[in-house]
């Protein structure tokens, strides 16, 4: 069982915590299970959405492996009821975006 669950499920990609662990196994498991995602080529695209809780180690791995594969990534903000552009490449997004 992993430590760490990602799923993408219609453009988000849901986020968790799995078995009880020390962030020094969650990032482990966080970074194979987004090298397995992209290997079968389920990531890549306009904009990732990311939505769920992360600890700040897991949340700098998904935002190095996501940022090389999206043109933007946003997290969802609960305040907002928004995702917040986080990262951004290209000109259809600039960090500080809110989208749906």
């Known amino acids: 069982m992993s430590t760490y669950n ?4 219609e ?10 662990a020390q962030n020094d196994q969650i990032v482990k498991d966080a970074e194979a299970r987004l090298d397995e995602m992209a290997k079968l080529g389920e990531l890549g695209g306009e904009v ?11 949340a700098m791995v998904l935002a190095h ?11 969802f903000d609960p305040k907002l009821s928004k995702y917040v552009v986080a990262i951004a490449h ?5 960090v500080g975006d809110l989208i749906d």
């Open 48 to 58: 990732i959405r990311i939505n769920g809780p992360a600890s700040l180690p897991v």
């Open 11 to 20: 453009g988000t990609l849901k986020i968790g915590f799995g078995s009880p």
């Open 65 to 75: 492996k996501l940022a090389h594969r999206y043109q933007a990534v946003a997290c």
């Open 6 to 9: 990602i799923v993408l499920t």
């Open 90 to 94: 290209g000109d259809k997004y600039t």
